[in-house]
Protein backbone atom coordinates (compact mmCIF):
# COMPACT_ATOMS: atom_id res chain seq x y z
CA UNK A 1 0.00 0.00 0.00
CA UNK A 2 2.93 2.40 0.87
CA UNK A 3 4.76 1.39 -2.46
CA UNK A 4 1.50 2.68 -4.11
CA UNK A 5 1.37 5.79 -2.49
CA UNK A 6 -1.25 5.12 -0.28
CA UNK A 7 -4.08 5.76 -3.02
CA UNK A 8 -7.56 6.48 -1.91
CA UNK A 9 -9.35 3.13 -2.02
CA UNK A 10 -12.65 4.92 -2.38
CA UNK A 11 -13.99 4.51 -5.90
CA UNK A 12 -14.98 7.75 -7.96
CA UNK A 13 -18.75 8.43 -7.30
CA UNK A 14 -21.60 8.72 -9.85
CA UNK A 15 -23.71 12.55 -9.23
CA UNK A 16 -26.83 12.25 -10.45
CA UNK A 17 -28.41 15.52 -10.99
CA UNK A 18 -27.16 18.80 -9.95
CA UNK A 19 -24.94 19.30 -6.54
CA UNK A 20 -26.16 22.77 -6.43
CA UNK A 21 -29.51 21.52 -5.34
CA UNK A 22 -31.04 19.38 -2.69
CA UNK A 23 -31.23 15.90 -2.89
CA UNK A 24 -34.50 14.75 -3.57
CA UNK A 25 -36.21 11.32 -2.98
CA UNK A 26 -39.18 9.69 -3.89
CA UNK A 27 -40.02 6.16 -2.06
CA UNK A 28 -41.08 3.18 -4.40
CA UNK A 29 -41.98 -0.02 -3.13
CA UNK A 30 -41.76 -3.73 -5.21
CA UNK A 31 -43.19 -7.17 -4.33
CA UNK A 32 -40.15 -8.84 -4.41
CA UNK A 33 -40.74 -10.75 -7.48
CA UNK A 34 -41.32 -9.13 -10.24
CA UNK A 35 -38.54 -6.81 -10.61
CA UNK A 36 -40.52 -3.86 -10.94
CA UNK A 37 -41.08 -0.74 -8.62
CA UNK A 38 -44.19 1.30 -8.20
CA UNK A 39 -44.26 5.03 -6.70
CA UNK A 40 -45.85 5.12 -2.54
CA UNK A 41 -48.12 8.09 -1.83
CA UNK A 42 -50.28 8.89 0.91
CA UNK A 43 -52.98 6.12 0.99
CA UNK A 44 -51.10 3.57 -1.30
CA UNK A 45 -51.49 0.16 -0.22
CA UNK A 46 -48.14 -1.88 0.42
CA UNK A 47 -47.94 -5.17 0.12
CA UNK A 48 -46.84 -7.54 2.60
CA UNK A 49 -44.21 -10.43 1.78
CA UNK A 50 -42.65 -13.44 2.88
CA UNK A 51 -38.65 -13.04 2.97
CA UNK A 52 -35.93 -15.39 3.00
CA UNK A 53 -35.37 -14.39 6.51
CA UNK A 54 -39.37 -15.48 7.32
CA UNK A 55 -42.04 -13.44 8.76
CA UNK A 56 -43.32 -10.81 6.59
CA UNK A 57 -41.28 -7.35 5.33
CA UNK A 58 -42.35 -4.33 3.13
CA UNK A 59 -39.95 -3.97 0.06
CA UNK A 60 -39.35 -0.07 -0.05
CA UNK A 61 -36.86 1.50 -2.45
CA UNK A 62 -36.06 4.69 -3.59
CA UNK A 63 -35.85 7.25 -6.73
CA UNK A 64 -33.21 9.75 -5.85
CA UNK A 65 -30.91 12.62 -7.32
CA UNK A 66 -28.73 15.22 -6.59
CA UNK A 67 -26.78 13.24 -4.93
CA UNK A 68 -24.05 10.58 -5.15
CA UNK A 69 -25.86 6.67 -6.50
CA UNK A 70 -22.34 5.13 -5.58
CA UNK A 71 -23.33 2.69 -2.83
CA UNK A 72 -26.21 4.76 -2.11
CA UNK A 73 -27.75 3.97 1.49
CA UNK A 74 -31.36 3.63 2.10
CA UNK A 75 -33.02 3.39 5.00
CA UNK A 76 -36.52 2.29 5.21
CA UNK A 77 -38.54 2.90 8.42
CA UNK A 78 -41.96 1.79 9.63
CA UNK A 79 -43.47 3.96 12.27
CA UNK A 80 -46.89 4.03 14.39
CA UNK A 81 -48.81 7.42 13.49
CA UNK A 82 -49.90 7.69 16.83
CA UNK A 83 -46.65 7.98 18.87
CA UNK A 84 -44.22 8.22 15.91
CA UNK A 85 -42.08 5.52 17.77
CA UNK A 86 -40.59 3.47 15.05
CA UNK A 87 -40.98 -0.74 14.96
CA UNK A 88 -38.87 -1.65 12.54
CA UNK A 89 -36.07 -0.13 10.54
CA UNK A 90 -34.13 -1.88 7.31
CA UNK A 91 -30.69 -0.16 6.13
CA UNK A 92 -28.54 -1.09 3.39
CA UNK A 93 -26.30 0.14 0.34
CA UNK A 94 -28.05 -0.24 -2.64
CA UNK A 95 -27.23 -0.09 -6.50
CA UNK A 96 -29.15 2.40 -8.13
CA UNK A 97 -29.77 3.00 -12.05
CA UNK A 98 -30.12 5.66 -13.72
CA UNK A 99 -33.52 6.57 -15.79
CA UNK A 100 -33.96 8.63 -19.09
CA UNK A 101 -35.88 10.83 -16.79
CA UNK A 102 -32.79 11.59 -14.91
CA UNK A 103 -34.01 10.06 -11.61
CA UNK A 104 -31.74 7.21 -10.41
CA UNK A 105 -33.80 4.09 -8.91
CA UNK A 106 -32.79 0.90 -6.47
CA UNK A 107 -32.42 -2.02 -8.54
CA UNK A 108 -36.03 -3.21 -8.03
CA UNK A 109 -34.64 -6.97 -6.17
CA UNK A 110 -34.69 -8.04 -2.18
CA UNK A 111 -31.38 -7.21 -1.71
CA UNK A 112 -31.34 -3.85 -2.77
CA UNK A 113 -34.05 -2.24 -1.16
CA UNK A 114 -34.97 -1.65 2.16
CA UNK A 115 -36.33 -5.09 4.01
CA UNK A 116 -38.79 -3.37 6.36
CA UNK A 117 -39.86 -6.52 8.88
CA UNK A 118 -43.77 -5.35 9.25
CA UNK A 119 -44.89 -8.68 10.77
CA UNK A 120 -44.89 -11.10 13.29
CA UNK A 121 -46.71 -8.16 14.72
CA UNK A 122 -46.07 -8.31 18.70
CA UNK A 123 -48.07 -4.61 19.24
CA UNK A 124 -51.84 -4.05 19.81
CA UNK A 125 -52.32 -2.85 16.84
CA UNK A 126 -53.05 -5.18 13.43
CA UNK A 127 -50.47 -4.46 11.30
CA UNK A 128 -52.49 -6.14 8.28
CA UNK A 129 -55.27 -3.72 6.90
CA UNK A 130 -53.49 -1.03 9.54
CA UNK A 131 -52.23 2.60 8.85
CA UNK A 132 -48.70 3.16 9.36
CA UNK A 133 -45.73 5.86 8.57
CA UNK A 134 -43.19 4.60 6.07
CA UNK A 135 -40.41 6.55 5.84
CA UNK A 136 -37.18 5.91 3.00
CA UNK A 137 -34.67 8.40 3.90
CA UNK A 138 -31.18 7.67 1.32
CA UNK A 139 -27.75 9.16 1.95
CA UNK A 140 -24.84 9.22 -0.01
CA UNK A 141 -21.17 8.84 1.11
CA UNK A 142 -20.79 13.22 1.14
CA UNK A 143 -23.82 12.50 3.75
CA UNK A 144 -25.90 14.40 1.33
CA UNK A 145 -29.78 13.17 2.61
CA UNK A 146 -33.23 12.83 1.75
CA UNK A 147 -36.16 11.89 3.62
CA UNK A 148 -39.72 11.16 2.59
CA UNK A 149 -42.34 9.75 4.25
CA UNK A 150 -46.62 8.63 3.32
CA UNK A 151 -49.24 7.43 5.38
CA UNK A 152 -50.12 3.87 3.96
CA UNK A 153 -51.87 0.86 4.33
CA UNK A 154 -50.40 -2.29 4.92
CA UNK A 155 -51.93 -5.32 3.39
CA UNK A 156 -51.04 -8.93 2.65
CA UNK A 157 -50.20 -9.19 -0.87
CA UNK A 158 -53.38 -10.47 -2.61
CA UNK A 159 -50.60 -12.80 -5.01
CA UNK A 160 -49.41 -14.49 -2.23
CA UNK A 161 -51.12 -18.65 -2.16
CA UNK A 162 -53.40 -19.55 -0.09
CA UNK A 163 -50.45 -21.07 2.43
CA UNK A 164 -48.94 -17.59 2.92
CA UNK A 165 -52.08 -15.60 3.17
CA UNK A 166 -53.31 -17.14 5.89
CA UNK A 167 -49.81 -16.75 6.91
CA UNK A 168 -49.83 -12.72 6.96
CA UNK A 169 -53.29 -12.68 7.79
CA UNK A 170 -52.24 -14.40 11.21
CA UNK A 171 -48.68 -13.69 12.11
CA UNK A 172 -49.77 -9.76 10.83
CA UNK A 173 -52.88 -9.92 13.66
CA UNK A 174 -51.99 -7.94 16.56
CA UNK A 175 -50.13 -9.98 19.55
CA UNK A 176 -48.82 -12.11 17.74
CA UNK A 177 -47.21 -15.50 19.86
CA UNK A 178 -44.85 -17.82 18.92
CA UNK A 179 -48.12 -20.62 18.93
CA UNK A 180 -50.65 -18.41 17.70
CA UNK A 181 -50.01 -19.39 14.16
CA UNK A 182 -48.85 -23.04 14.05
CA UNK A 183 -51.49 -24.47 12.89
CA UNK A 184 -52.34 -22.18 9.90
CA UNK A 185 -52.64 -23.87 6.22
CA UNK A 186 -53.23 -27.04 8.49
CA UNK A 187 -56.57 -28.83 8.27
CA UNK A 188 -57.74 -29.63 11.69
CA UNK B 1 -10.70 -18.75 15.55
CA UNK B 2 -7.30 -17.66 13.46
CA UNK B 3 -6.62 -17.08 9.94
CA UNK B 4 -3.34 -18.30 8.29
CA UNK B 5 -3.38 -13.93 7.16
CA UNK B 6 -2.33 -13.33 10.45
CA UNK B 7 1.44 -15.01 9.97
CA UNK B 8 1.37 -12.33 7.07
CA UNK B 9 0.36 -9.32 8.79
CA UNK B 10 3.13 -10.53 11.52
CA UNK B 11 5.66 -10.53 8.85
CA UNK B 12 5.04 -7.15 7.87
CA UNK B 13 5.74 -6.45 11.92
CA UNK B 14 2.41 -5.77 12.93
CA UNK B 15 0.41 -7.69 15.33
CA UNK B 16 2.06 -10.67 16.64
CA UNK B 17 0.04 -13.79 16.14
CA UNK B 18 -1.54 -15.85 19.02
CA UNK B 19 -0.29 -19.15 19.46
CA UNK B 20 -2.54 -21.84 18.13
CA UNK B 21 -4.40 -23.51 21.04
CA UNK B 22 -4.20 -27.37 20.59
CA UNK B 23 -5.88 -28.45 23.70
CA UNK B 24 -7.66 -27.05 26.41
CA UNK B 25 -8.53 -27.81 30.06
CA UNK B 26 -10.59 -26.70 32.89
CA UNK B 27 -10.71 -28.05 35.91
CA UNK B 28 -14.44 -28.85 37.13
CA UNK B 29 -16.43 -26.71 39.49
CA UNK B 30 -16.50 -28.67 42.99
CA UNK B 31 -19.28 -30.47 43.94
CA UNK B 32 -21.72 -27.91 44.93
CA UNK B 33 -20.50 -24.57 43.16
CA UNK B 34 -21.50 -25.31 39.56
CA UNK B 35 -21.47 -27.85 36.96
CA UNK B 36 -19.68 -28.18 33.21
CA UNK B 37 -20.43 -29.46 30.26
CA UNK B 38 -18.05 -31.30 28.14
CA UNK B 39 -17.28 -31.65 24.74
CA UNK B 40 -14.91 -34.31 23.74
CA UNK B 41 -12.49 -33.95 21.23
CA UNK B 42 -13.24 -34.57 18.00
CA UNK B 43 -11.21 -34.30 14.24
CA UNK B 44 -12.25 -31.85 12.12
CA UNK B 45 -10.58 -32.85 8.47
CA UNK B 46 -8.90 -31.09 6.22
CA UNK B 47 -11.58 -29.06 4.15
CA UNK B 48 -14.31 -29.95 6.54
CA UNK B 49 -16.67 -27.77 8.88
CA UNK B 50 -18.64 -29.70 11.80
CA UNK B 51 -21.37 -28.55 13.15
CA UNK B 52 -22.44 -30.35 16.01
CA UNK B 53 -25.36 -30.02 18.40
CA UNK B 54 -25.20 -31.73 22.28
CA UNK B 55 -27.92 -32.02 24.54
CA UNK B 56 -27.52 -31.28 28.38
CA UNK B 57 -30.01 -31.19 31.36
CA UNK B 58 -30.03 -28.57 34.05
CA UNK B 59 -28.41 -30.83 37.14
CA UNK B 60 -30.03 -30.10 40.68
CA UNK B 61 -33.39 -31.29 42.32
CA UNK B 62 -36.23 -31.41 39.70
CA UNK B 63 -37.95 -28.05 39.30
CA UNK B 64 -35.49 -25.96 41.70
CA UNK B 65 -34.02 -22.77 40.82
CA UNK B 66 -30.27 -22.75 39.34
CA UNK B 67 -28.78 -19.61 39.22
CA UNK B 68 -25.34 -19.14 37.46
CA UNK B 69 -23.29 -15.73 37.68
CA UNK B 70 -19.66 -16.68 35.93
CA UNK B 71 -19.01 -18.51 32.99
CA UNK B 72 -15.65 -20.25 31.87
CA UNK B 73 -15.36 -21.33 28.43
CA UNK B 74 -12.37 -23.16 26.96
CA UNK B 75 -11.92 -23.88 23.42
CA UNK B 76 -9.29 -24.96 20.53
CA UNK B 77 -8.30 -23.23 17.74
CA UNK B 78 -10.89 -23.90 14.60
CA UNK B 79 -13.96 -23.03 16.48
CA UNK B 80 -15.88 -20.92 14.54
CA UNK B 81 -18.48 -20.52 17.29
CA UNK B 82 -19.84 -21.95 20.60
CA UNK B 83 -23.55 -21.42 21.57
CA UNK B 84 -25.77 -22.73 24.18
CA UNK B 85 -29.54 -22.30 23.53
CA UNK B 86 -32.17 -23.40 25.87
CA UNK B 87 -34.56 -25.52 24.50
CA UNK B 88 -38.22 -24.23 25.02
CA UNK B 89 -41.37 -24.19 22.94
CA UNK B 90 -42.48 -26.34 19.81
CA UNK B 91 -40.80 -29.47 18.73
CA UNK B 92 -38.49 -28.72 15.70
CA UNK B 93 -36.23 -31.06 13.73
CA UNK B 94 -33.27 -30.67 16.01
CA UNK B 95 -33.92 -33.15 19.31
CA UNK B 96 -31.48 -35.25 21.30
CA UNK B 97 -30.52 -38.72 19.71
CA UNK B 98 -31.89 -41.41 22.04
CA UNK B 99 -28.23 -43.04 22.35
CA UNK B 100 -27.48 -39.72 23.74
CA UNK B 101 -24.87 -39.00 20.38
CA UNK B 102 -24.82 -35.15 19.29
CA UNK B 103 -26.48 -34.25 15.91
CA UNK B 104 -23.73 -33.21 13.58
CA UNK B 105 -24.35 -31.48 10.61
CA UNK B 106 -27.40 -31.65 9.00
CA UNK B 107 -30.55 -30.53 11.52
CA UNK B 108 -28.18 -28.85 13.53
CA UNK B 109 -27.35 -26.71 10.49
CA UNK B 110 -30.51 -25.46 9.99
CA UNK B 111 -31.07 -21.59 12.02
CA UNK B 112 -34.75 -22.58 11.83
CA UNK B 113 -34.51 -24.91 14.53
CA UNK B 114 -33.22 -23.29 17.23
CA UNK B 115 -34.02 -19.65 15.62
CA UNK B 116 -36.93 -19.73 19.06
CA UNK B 117 -34.96 -20.90 21.54
CA UNK B 118 -33.29 -18.09 23.97
CA UNK B 119 -29.53 -17.59 24.39
CA UNK B 120 -28.05 -18.95 27.06
CA UNK B 121 -23.94 -17.86 26.43
CA UNK B 122 -22.39 -17.76 22.91
CA UNK B 123 -18.27 -17.40 22.69
CA UNK B 124 -16.01 -17.20 19.49
CA UNK B 125 -12.96 -16.84 20.91
CA UNK B 126 -10.40 -19.84 21.45
CA UNK B 127 -8.41 -20.67 24.64
CA UNK B 128 -10.60 -19.43 27.67
CA UNK B 129 -12.71 -16.73 28.08
CA UNK B 130 -14.04 -16.08 31.68
CA UNK B 131 -16.69 -14.45 32.17
CA UNK B 132 -18.26 -12.93 35.85
CA UNK B 133 -21.33 -11.32 35.39
CA UNK B 134 -21.94 -8.23 37.75
CA UNK B 135 -22.46 -8.58 41.08
CA UNK B 136 -26.33 -8.81 41.76
CA UNK B 137 -26.97 -10.85 38.30
CA UNK B 138 -27.32 -14.04 37.14
CA UNK B 139 -28.69 -16.20 34.79
CA UNK B 140 -31.64 -18.37 36.37
CA UNK B 141 -32.76 -22.00 34.93
CA UNK B 142 -35.23 -24.68 36.36
CA UNK B 143 -33.22 -28.18 37.53
CA UNK B 144 -33.79 -30.76 34.71
CA UNK B 145 -34.27 -27.59 31.98
CA UNK B 146 -32.73 -28.76 28.44
CA UNK B 147 -29.80 -27.16 27.00
CA UNK B 148 -28.36 -26.89 23.56
CA UNK B 149 -24.48 -26.92 22.74
CA UNK B 150 -23.77 -25.98 19.45
CA UNK B 151 -19.93 -25.75 18.35
CA UNK B 152 -19.14 -24.82 14.91
CA UNK B 153 -15.38 -25.68 13.84
CA UNK B 154 -14.24 -25.55 10.39
CA UNK B 155 -10.99 -26.61 9.35
CA UNK B 156 -10.91 -25.02 5.21
CA UNK B 157 -9.81 -22.58 3.20
CA UNK B 158 -10.55 -19.10 5.48
CA UNK B 159 -10.32 -20.70 8.95
CA UNK B 160 -8.10 -23.85 9.86
CA UNK B 161 -8.49 -26.61 13.25
CA UNK B 162 -4.84 -27.08 13.52
CA UNK B 163 -5.16 -29.81 16.15
CA UNK B 164 -8.88 -31.36 17.33
CA UNK B 165 -11.82 -29.65 18.40
CA UNK B 166 -12.61 -29.41 22.21
CA UNK B 167 -14.79 -27.63 24.34
CA UNK B 168 -15.22 -27.23 28.03
CA UNK B 169 -18.10 -25.11 29.26
CA UNK B 170 -18.51 -24.26 33.42
CA UNK B 171 -21.47 -22.82 34.49
CA UNK B 172 -20.45 -21.90 38.41
CA UNK B 173 -22.91 -20.99 41.30
CA UNK B 174 -23.59 -17.50 42.92
CA UNK B 175 -22.78 -17.18 47.12
CA UNK B 176 -26.63 -15.68 47.00
CA UNK B 177 -29.11 -15.40 45.24
CA UNK B 178 -29.20 -12.36 42.64
CA UNK B 179 -31.42 -9.88 42.76
CA UNK B 180 -31.33 -9.62 38.64
CA UNK B 181 -32.05 -11.72 36.23
CA UNK B 182 -29.74 -11.85 32.93
CA UNK B 183 -31.45 -11.99 29.68
CA UNK B 184 -30.41 -12.11 26.64
CA UNK B 185 -30.89 -11.26 22.12
CA UNK B 186 -29.57 -13.53 19.55
CA UNK B 187 -30.66 -11.53 16.28
CA UNK B 188 -29.51 -11.99 13.12
CA UNK B 189 -29.95 -10.26 9.78
CA UNK B 190 -30.93 -12.95 7.69
CA UNK B 191 -30.99 -10.66 4.04
CA UNK B 192 -27.76 -9.88 3.37
CA UNK B 193 -25.89 -10.17 -0.08
CA UNK B 194 -22.52 -9.17 -0.77
CA UNK B 195 -21.23 -9.53 -4.25
CA UNK B 196 -17.64 -10.03 -5.92
CA UNK B 197 -16.06 -6.64 -6.00
CA UNK B 198 -18.32 -5.23 -3.87
CA UNK B 199 -17.09 -3.15 -0.53
CA UNK B 200 -18.66 -0.88 2.08
CA UNK B 201 -21.52 -2.80 1.94
CA UNK B 202 -24.19 -2.15 5.38
CA UNK B 203 -26.86 -3.96 6.65
CA UNK B 204 -28.24 -2.47 9.46
CA UNK B 205 -31.04 -3.91 11.56
CA UNK B 206 -32.45 -2.95 15.12
CA UNK B 207 -34.56 -4.44 17.42
CA UNK B 208 -36.58 -2.64 19.79
CA UNK B 209 -37.56 -3.67 23.66
CA UNK B 210 -41.35 -2.98 24.95
CA UNK B 211 -39.26 -2.12 28.27
CA UNK B 212 -37.86 0.35 30.50
CA UNK B 213 -34.86 0.26 32.70
CA UNK B 214 -32.88 -2.27 30.40
CA UNK B 215 -28.93 -2.29 31.15
CA UNK B 216 -27.02 -3.65 28.27
CA UNK B 217 -23.72 -5.82 29.94
CA UNK B 218 -21.99 -7.74 27.24
CA UNK B 219 -22.39 -8.10 23.32
CA UNK B 220 -20.67 -9.79 20.68
CA UNK B 221 -20.92 -10.27 16.72
CA UNK B 222 -20.82 -12.66 14.23
CA UNK B 223 -20.45 -12.62 10.68
CA UNK B 224 -17.40 -13.98 8.17
CA UNK B 225 -14.19 -13.59 6.41
CA UNK B 226 -16.16 -10.81 4.35
CA UNK B 227 -17.02 -9.21 7.45
CA UNK B 228 -15.56 -5.82 7.48
CA UNK B 229 -16.60 -3.69 10.50
CA UNK B 230 -19.77 -5.02 12.92
CA UNK B 231 -21.27 -2.18 15.56
CA UNK B 232 -23.94 -2.16 17.95
CA UNK B 233 -25.78 0.85 19.15
CA UNK B 234 -28.74 1.77 21.46
CA UNK B 235 -31.60 3.32 19.73
CA UNK B 236 -34.19 5.20 21.27
CA UNK B 237 -37.76 4.37 20.86
CA UNK B 238 -38.40 7.11 17.52
CA UNK B 239 -34.88 5.34 16.35
CA UNK B 240 -32.46 7.56 16.98
CA UNK B 241 -29.22 5.68 17.32
CA UNK B 242 -26.62 6.60 20.49
CA UNK B 243 -23.07 5.88 20.70
CA UNK B 244 -21.78 2.48 19.71
CA UNK B 245 -21.09 0.10 22.64
CA UNK B 246 -19.70 -2.67 20.62
CA UNK B 247 -16.99 -2.87 17.64
CA UNK B 248 -15.13 -5.35 15.80
CA UNK B 249 -12.66 -5.71 12.82
CA UNK B 250 -12.56 -9.34 13.50
CA UNK B 251 -14.10 -11.82 11.38
CA UNK B 252 -12.53 -15.29 12.92
CA UNK B 253 -11.90 -14.18 16.64
CA UNK B 254 -14.24 -11.74 17.46
CA UNK B 255 -14.06 -9.83 20.55
CA UNK B 256 -16.43 -10.16 23.34
CA UNK B 257 -17.23 -6.74 24.92
CA UNK B 258 -17.74 -7.11 28.70
CA UNK B 259 -18.05 -5.07 31.65
CA UNK B 260 -20.30 -2.66 29.93
CA UNK B 261 -23.39 -0.97 31.02
CA UNK B 262 -25.49 0.56 28.29
CA UNK B 263 -29.03 1.97 29.64
CA UNK B 264 -30.99 1.35 26.77
CA UNK B 265 -33.49 4.25 26.31
CA UNK B 266 -37.02 3.14 26.98
CA UNK B 267 -38.88 1.47 24.95
CA UNK B 268 -35.78 1.42 22.50
CA UNK B 269 -33.43 -1.08 22.01
CA UNK B 270 -30.67 -1.86 20.28
CA UNK B 271 -29.13 -1.85 16.33
CA UNK B 272 -26.40 -3.53 14.62
CA UNK B 273 -24.74 -3.05 11.63
CA UNK B 274 -22.01 -5.32 9.56
CA UNK B 275 -20.23 -3.71 7.19
CA UNK B 276 -18.71 -6.47 4.28
CA UNK B 277 -16.51 -6.37 1.45
CA UNK B 278 -16.23 -9.19 -1.18
CA UNK B 279 -12.54 -9.80 -3.26
CA UNK B 280 -13.15 -9.42 -7.12
CA UNK B 281 -12.70 -13.16 -7.73
CA UNK B 282 -14.10 -14.93 -4.86
CA UNK B 283 -17.09 -16.89 -5.04
CA UNK B 284 -19.83 -17.87 -3.14
CA UNK B 285 -23.09 -18.90 -4.93
CA UNK B 286 -22.25 -19.98 -8.28
CA UNK B 287 -26.05 -19.68 -9.36
CA UNK B 288 -26.19 -16.64 -7.43
CA UNK B 289 -23.35 -14.40 -9.48
CA UNK B 290 -21.05 -15.56 -7.24
CA UNK B 291 -22.62 -13.60 -4.25
CA UNK B 292 -22.62 -14.25 -0.37
CA UNK B 293 -26.23 -14.57 1.21
CA UNK B 294 -27.11 -15.82 4.65
CA UNK B 295 -25.79 -19.14 5.96
CA UNK B 296 -23.78 -20.95 8.22
CA UNK B 297 -21.21 -22.23 5.42
CA UNK B 298 -18.24 -19.94 6.27
CA UNK B 299 -16.12 -20.26 2.83
CA UNK B 300 -19.26 -19.38 0.93
CA UNK B 301 -22.12 -17.52 3.14
CA UNK B 302 -22.30 -14.64 5.47
CA UNK B 303 -23.91 -13.59 9.07
CA UNK B 304 -24.85 -10.83 10.93
CA UNK B 305 -25.34 -12.08 14.21
CA UNK B 306 -25.74 -9.99 17.15
CA UNK B 307 -25.65 -11.05 20.47
CA UNK B 308 -26.65 -8.85 23.53
CA UNK B 309 -26.53 -9.59 27.14
CA UNK B 310 -28.75 -7.26 29.52
CA UNK B 311 -30.68 -7.28 32.84
CA UNK B 312 -33.27 -4.91 33.96
CA UNK B 313 -36.22 -6.23 32.23
CA UNK B 314 -37.42 -10.01 31.96
CA UNK B 315 -38.52 -9.73 28.52
CA UNK B 316 -40.17 -12.82 26.30
CA UNK B 317 -39.32 -13.11 22.74
CA UNK B 318 -42.66 -11.48 22.03
CA UNK B 319 -41.25 -7.96 23.69
CA UNK B 320 -38.58 -7.46 21.16
CA UNK B 321 -39.75 -6.59 17.83
CA UNK B 322 -36.35 -8.25 15.59
CA UNK B 323 -38.11 -9.19 12.75
Known amino acids: VLGAGCTDPVPPGKFVGDPKLPPEVQMLFTDGVSLTQSPVADGTEIPMENPPQGGFVVYIGAAARNLDIYNILVAGTLRDPASGSELAFDARNSTMVVGSDGWARTAADVSNTANVNTCPDYFDKDRVGGEFILEMRVTDRARRTAMVSHRVKLICDPALNPFFTALCQCVCSANYTFDKCQNVGVDM | ?323
Open chain 2, 1 to 323: MRSPLLALVFACGCTPPKPDVTDVHLAEPAPGTGFQLKVPAFSVPSGTEIQACYFFNIPGAAGSDVWVDHYEIAQTTGSHHMNIFRVTGAATNLKPNADGSPVVNGECFVSSNWSQWPLVVNSQQDDTTDWKLPDGVGARFKAGDLIMLQTHYVNATTQRTPATAKVLVNFDFPKTTPTNELSTLFATNQNIRVCPGESDKSFTKTCQFKAQGVHVIAANGHFHSRGTLFQMMPVDAQGVAGDVFYTSTVWDDPPMTRNIDVKLPDNGGVEWKCTFAAPTGSCGNPMDSCCFTFGGHVDTQEHCNAFVYYWGATLTAQDIACF
